[in-house]
């Protein structure tokens, strides 16, 4: 069972990440979850998604986001 010779690069511009594929979101250039959860490793997501649930997780990613951002 191949992919017919399509490949996915690790960061794919095009392809929702993980997270977004596994939520049925639409990801964009600013999604949080991306630089976390790659499309290329679909079961980061699902295993972290299975223990905090969807919500959590994203407050999480945001205030994490918003810390490393802070120009300190
Ligand atoms: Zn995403």
Redo the contacts with the bound molecule.
Sequence with gaps: MKESGKKEGAASSSS??????LLK?K??HD????PY?PASEPHKFSNVHKVFGASNVNKMLQVHYALVQLPL
């Design positions: 929702p990440c993980a997270a977004c594929r979101r990801c964009n999604c949080v979850f991306a959860f």
